[in-house]
């Protein structure tokens, strides 16, 4: 099986995408093409049978995705951060439902059972095709992979003394009640 994985962001993107290229590597026959975002998106549209594992869903990309999942099958590892910190808004234009009921849409991956349960309440059909797969980024936060960011550490550790990072979203519909 060949696997597309696009890189949008590469600071932000590159070594969790990495990471998900080893594992999918390690299991046998499969091969990975890893590209800036939307270089290989239309290329992708004229392959066949290739796993499209995009970075997000969305209602402004519907046309393309339909295109892909003509011929090929499409999976989302989401990089926007947690669904449970997503306003309203947010939930309906990237998570479209009908991508969902569309026959070569594999899988949606969820960080947790959480993010699962939100859609469920959004009423997504097909939630069978929701993993709870967790997330490369958080994956390299693991021992013993979490070593590959010692030098980095200590050089911000030399650069700022003492500090507190704080890192932080204030959207207004960011807390959901069960």
């Known amino acids: 099986m060949i696997f597309i994985i696009p890189i949008e962001v590469k600071k932000r993107e590159l070594l969790s995408r990495l990471y998900l290229t080893y594992n999918i590597l390690k299991k046998k026959n499969n091969k990975v093409i890893l590209s800036k975002s939307r270089m290989v998106l239309y290329e992708t549209e004229k392959m066949k049978n290739v796993v499209y594992l995009d970075k997000s869903i969305s209602t402004h990309k519907n046309k393309i995705t339909e295109k892909i999942l003509k011929k090929n099958f499409v999976s989302v590892i989401d990089e926007e951060g947690p669904l449970n910190n997503w306003p ?47 997330h490369p980024k958080f994956e390299l936060l693991q021992r013993p992979i979490i070593k590959i960011f010692n030098d980095e550490v200590l050089d911000i550790k030399k650069k700022f003394k003492n500090f507190v990072l704080i890192n932080s979203s204030f959207m207004k519909d960011s807390i959901i009640d069960f």
């Open 88 to 134: 309203e808004l947010f939930k309906e234009i990237r998570l479209p439902k009908n991508i969902f009921q569309k026959k070569n849409f594999l899988n949606y991956f969820v960080r947790n059972n959480i993010e699962k349960k939100i859609l469920n309440i959004k009423k997504i059909k097909n939630l069978h095709k929701v993993k709870n797969l967790g």
